[in-house]
């Protein structure tokens, strides 16, 4: 068999893992989602999801995919559970329809770029019709999906491994120095304590869902991501204590996006505590508001700290959507045999079309804009949040309870327990181990499972048990 490549290093694993993890999610939804959600209640609730929850999960995804050597469809199978490779596939459409929207955002973000380095600021009075410019959106997102596919046909060593290294340190230095620069704006620490003083009265069982479904999405889990890039780690390489640095890593910097964020929001309303809550619970915060602040630091800083975050925000989406291409092109690769350079592109050019009535619901087109209504919504949702909700949500949770029933209960506690020794554990890797098995027996299919049913109830049924 030809060779599938491999990560060089296990450093260079958890670069590109880290890289899929922080994303979009971090820096666009989840100061929105804190702000939403009580700042620190959500915040707290959050971090529980991520390290009690998600991280046993995500240990068990790279050991599936270290164990097997491959992709999740062809995973299941060579694990000697042929019936189980329905979650595989369910994890393909999940990448299918999240890297579909996904790129219409990278694809605005992109733009954005642009537009704050010709000093554009007025964008943000038309940020609608931005979206709703379909030719031009449209051939951003073409060229953020080429270079995504570009760099996935490279290979994983030479192209998701280097753009991750290259990308990863330039990210953190770019949100390091623009949180510096936010924290010298006037009412900055009006800012943060919005950020970091929990209102617990904003809680709601929508809340706590929508904070799985957040950690869910921004730590890559539930389709198969890191089982396919745990096939590419070498078999020497402690995974328990990878997946806690990864998963750290994603919620760190999440939680710097925050500090980055919230003064900027209480620079643009004086720290008015009342339009603070209003404007950072907004979904289009970073598109309709930033550039404002982004104007008032005069010409030239503003068109060098606008185009810095939009830089830094692409390069957050590049590589996420990077690891949602791997998917389905390691699918090919292991499955069907296809070159992999082939495997990319026509993966690549069929979930671009597939985001068509994505990029079209964005205003151009008044159908896909308002396209469905669910149940528990009050008004119709476009296309692209349909997608959202469906792959992002709903088939992230559904799928981390199926791999974590099949980890457990499966596949087997000794056969678990085997791929994630390693002969250098270290007192705090033995612990870390230790929990995930008990997690993953204990709470991960009891706690997942019952979050996915209420959440479909809830979402297409509107139903609430709570
Ligand atoms: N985690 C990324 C973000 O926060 C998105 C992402 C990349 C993703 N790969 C994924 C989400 C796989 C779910 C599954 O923006």
Redesign the pocket.
Known sequence: MKERGNFNSRLGFIMASAG???????IWKFPFEVGAGGGAAFLVIYLFFALVLCFPVMTAEIAIGRKAQASPVTAFKKLGFARWSGVGYLGLA??FL?LSF?NVVAAWSFGYFFEMLQGHFEISQHFSEYTANWLKIGLYSLIFMSGTAYIVSRGISHGIERAAKALMPTLLFLIVGLIIYALTLPNAITGIKHYLLPDFSKITPTIVYSALGQA????????G?LITFGSYVKKDANIVTAAAIITFTDVFIAFLAGLMMFPFVAYVTQGDLTAMSAISGEEAFIFETLPNVFNSLGPTLGVVIGSLFFLLLSFAALT?TI??LEVPTAFLVDEKKVSRGKATWTVAILIFLIGLPSLLGNGASAFFSEFIQFPNSTSPISFMSMVGMIG?STF?SVGGFLISVFVAYVWGKSNFELEIQSDNEGTIGRWLKQYVQFAIRWICPLVLGIISLTTILDIYFGISLF
């Open positions: 899929s993890a922080v994303g979009l999610g971090n999940a990448g999240i996904y869910f999405f921004s730590l890559s889990l539930g389709m991501a996420s690891s949602l992002g992230l």
